[in-house]
């Protein structure tokens, strides 16, 4: 049976998610009721607002707003009928469209009758009537045109990859730009192709940074700074996840034989190799990047090439022939420290770690493609200016442009905040950057106290959308310091309505071992939040 304590906390949260006076961001598992929870907060919305347009709630998929407008729909004419479920939380969201019914007759909104009163959407079909409010833009990007998606997006990515290599005839910086790519990829322009058309897939990513392409010297040192800055952090973060997996019974053993192989190495002439880096090692590397020379030599020293834990020791390793006992130690402590399955592929994903920082070389390849990638976009658009189509990132970008940012909204933002008074987001873990965004210009006139809610529900544990750019990063982040300038507070369901008390015992002994010990908005880990059965 679950604690009388964490049943006491989970009924305290779903009583605190229907107080529309204040914003929250809930953590709701699989079988705990979300969109229970959610209709429910939008009943309880619906009655006290002065017109059903003041509530608008985004959903990630249509099946799942037309299942939302359903049941919506469904608690209201069960109201009206005057019908009580038995079970209890049914029956407080027929309470709660009853309160909803009365609020109808008082403003005549007929809502029942006229269901289009509810603006209950997915993010993609907000984003189109944000893009179709912008006059000049709307017709061509948004309005009138129909959204593209698998082989056909993919061919015209390629089709506007392959477009700008017409730019060669012409002389300037696009076409300099172009030779340095091709040279770079050794004038393989079907590899050329490729790279250009996925990064026109994930464009909505880089736009951000690269914009125009048309930044003064002073800015590309400031942006190879930071894109450094980044990688160095990706490795660090590797370093010590892969220092706190690898547990040692003799560090002293492993420090003598790495020593001992890499003085071998040295004195045949293979100073260059990566075991050769851990003369002279005294303990186990720190999770430090200044160690990761000692970490490619461990990963050396321990996985083969393939990865697989090395069973056998020779002179391409510092183990001369004829040194059978050093030779028995070895295999024994490869044993003893790979006995943990985490740290094998940790140790042999640091072979594919990336170097802290550019070469020159790199950057002017950086730099061309920060001048191509923009060139491309554009190229893109033409295609689909003449072909009548977009597909769902230029809608999200045209949005995006339109609403402004959360510090200078657009005319159509602030337009949206007068009608918009509460923003409810089903499905928060599989929104993306960009969508975070809007949802940061949506809300960018809020203030503290005025009456506005925000309230957004996901489950960060099952995560889906990665395809579509998802980052369930945004929803640890947005959990911890809100989204822009409104504060969240943070909920979590645990109760399991779905699955039985076995099923669940068994999920939260298996996962609590296999997820994360700690969240990490980075990476997007996260730690298993455990369900109660009742």
Known sequence: MPSDTLLHD????????????????????????????????????????????????????????????????????????????????????????????????????????????????????LHASIARSRPL???????????????????????AAIATLDWLTDS?????????????????????VDYLSRMLATRDQWLPFVGSGLLLPVEWAALRRQLEGNIEIAVRRHLQETHAALHVNDERSLVELADYAARNLCEQGHADHPIAQLQGLAEVPAGSVTEL?????????????????????????????????????????????????RITPLLHAVRTLPPLQYSDDQWQVMLALFRLLPVAVTELQRLFSEQGVVDHIEVALTAGTVLGSSQSPGDVALLLDYQVRHLLVDEMQDTSAAQYRMLEALTGGWE?????????????????????????????????????????????????????????????????????????PKSGAVVYSCLLYT
Not at 172 to 192: F, K, M, P, Q, W
């Open 448 to 520: 503290a106290g005025d009456g506005r809610t925000l309230f957004c529900v996901g489950d960060p544990m099952q995560s889906i959308y990665r395809f579509r750019n998802a980052e369930v990063g945004q929803f640890l982040l947005a959990r911890q310091f809100g989204i822009g300038d409104i504060p969240l507070e943070a909920l979590t369901l645990r109760r399991n309505f779905r699955s039985g008390g076995n099923l669940v015992a068994w999920f939260n002994a298996v996962f609590t071992s296999i997820m994360a010990a700690h969240d990490d």
């Open 172 to 192: 300037g910086e696009v076409n300099d730009a172009i030779r340095e790519v091709l040279v770079h990829l050794d004038t393989n322009t079907s590899l050329y």
């Open 10 to 125: 989970d009924e305290v949260a779903r009583k605190r998610a229907l107080d529309v006076a204040r914003s929250y961001i809930v953590q709701a598992p699989a079988g705990s009721g979300k969109t229970e929870l959610l209709i429910q907060r939008y009943l309880r919305l619906l009655a006290v607002v002065d017109n059903p347009e003041e509530v608008l709630a985004i959903t990630f998929t249509r099946k799942a707003a037309a299942e939302m407008q359903f049941r919506v729909l469904g608690a209201l004419q069960l109201a009206a009928l005057g019908s009580l479920p038995s079970q209890p939380h049914l029956r407080q969201t027929a309470e709660l469209a009853t309160g909803v019914l009365r609020r109808d007759a008082e403003r005549d909104w007929r809502i029942v009758t006229n269901p289009r009163r509810m603006r209950i959407q997915t993010l993609d079909s």
């Open 137 to 159: 833009l709307g017709a061509e990007s948004a309005g009138g045109t129909s959204i593209v998606v698998d082989a056909d997006l993919r061919a015209l990515h390629r089709d």
């Open 293 to 341: 020379d000692k970490w490619l030599g461990l990963a050396e020293l321990l996985l083969t090439k393939a990865g697989t834990i090395r069973k056998t020791f020779n002179k391409g390793q510092g183990f001369p022939a004829g040194e059978k006992q050093q030779k028995e130690r070895a295999v024994a402590m490869v044993q003893s420290i790979l006995a943990n399955e």
